[in-house]
């Protein structure tokens, strides 16, 4: 059986999670799991001081994910193992709708369960790759603007984020 998609139901196979996934329950895994798409999500967004930051930033956020293979933590590893294992279930309309309440609040309960359970090497590694998700997501974004220079929307969206996944 396959895993479920973002915003599927975790306990559709809680059999089949990676080995550094034996810490936490089928739901758990799929919050640590479903946060970097959400991150994506919530900074391609467009809003009222953001403009549309087109497809090359979402693109720009798959390839921030697979960065994570390269990461020398078992945890993201097993992160990005388990969002391609399940890629084939992945659909534009899956998952809940998603805000930046919403976002916060998952980054905080992930750093809780992390702090809980992880190394702590990994449960930085951990954060620091979603961080650098949604930073890659919002540079691609804004590349229109002068170099080195982000649009304020983006920049305090990546204070928030920061602050949520307790970096800093």
Excluded: K
Aim: aromatic share 4%.
């Amino acid at each position: 059986m396959r895993r479920p998609a973002f915003g599927g139901s975790p306990e559709a196979d809680p059999h089949n999670l990676p080995a550094c996934a034996a810490g936490y329950s089928a739901t758990e895994w799929a919050l640590i799991t479903d946060l970097p798409a959400r991150v994506i999500v919530l900074a391609t967004r467009p809003g009222p001081d953001r403009p549309d930051p087109g497809m090359a930033a979402g693109l720009a956020g798959l390839e921030a994910i697979a960065a994570g293979l390269a990461f020398d933590s078992d945890l993201v590893r097993a992160v990005v193992a388990t969002i391609y294992s399940r890629h084939d279930e992945v659909t534009p309309t899956a998952g809940p709708p998603v805000d930046l309440v919403e976002v916060l609040g998952a980054c905080r309960a992930v750093v809780r369960m992390l702090d809980r359970r992880a190394d702590p090497a990994d449960s930085a590694a951990y954060r620091q790759w979603v961080q650098s998700v949604a930073a890659r997501v919002c540079r691609t974004g804004s590349q229109t603007r002068p170099e080195d220079s982000l649009a304020p929307a983006d920049r305090r969206l990546l204070d928030r984020l920061g602050a949520a996944l307790a970096l800093g």
